[in-house]
């Protein structure tokens, strides 16, 4: 059967920095398994990727399109791409929701981390982290796509953040 066979194609030229001009797929379809921890991971813009790792690791690549991430705490691999594993150490910003991660940020953009949450409901009982992300996401607005490594709004990982935090 010919429509099986899917030759493994290099992509010569890649438009991560020219939006709407996508050579290659901007951000892969649907979710992945994870190589380390086989959790379905969900894939990143490339320009994600672009702004959020280092430079060393990106001079590895040619084009940042197609990498998933993954957010699962224990596992140590954060973008993947095929067989190629991306860690904490190729990353610009530490992966507030990988286990151990100091500071454990959770919104990249108005910078609330779990120690700051965990602060202010020791101090007031209550934290104000999801009012102040939503005022700011309609003002100033927010820029998850270069500044989370997840690529996406952090409101569903601040929401778990507080409620494992009021647990303890
Ligand atoms: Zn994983």
Redesign the pocket.
Same mark, same amino acid.
């Given at each position: 059967m010919f429509s099986t066979f899917k030759p493994k194609k290099e992509i010569k030229s890649c438009s991560t920095q020219s939006e709407g001009d996508n050579c290659c797929t901007p951000q892969p379809k649907g979710k992945v398994e994870?190589p380390?921890?086989h959790?379905k991971?969900k894939g990143v813009l490339g320009k994600t990727f672009e702004a959020l790792v280092t430079e060393e690791s990106k001079s590895q690549f040619s084009c940042f399109d197609g990498f998933y991430y %993954?957010k $699962?705490p224990t %596992?140590k $691999?954060v973008y993947f791409r095929d067989e190629t594993i991306l860690t904490q150490e190729d990353m610009q910003v530490v992966v507030g929701l990988k286990e151990g991660a100091t500071p454990a940020t959770v919104c990249y953009c108005f910078e609330w981390t779990k120690e700051k949450i965990k602060a202010q409901i020791e101090a007031t009982g209550a934290t104000t982290a999801l009012e102040d992300i939503q005022a700011k996401m309609e003002n100033p607005g927010c820029s998850c796509e270069i500044l989370n490594p997840s690529g996406g709004c952090c409101l569903g990982d601040v929401t778990k953040a507080i409620k494992a935090i009021a647990r303890d």
């Open positions: 994870c380390s921890c959790q991971a %993954c $699962t %596992c $691999t």
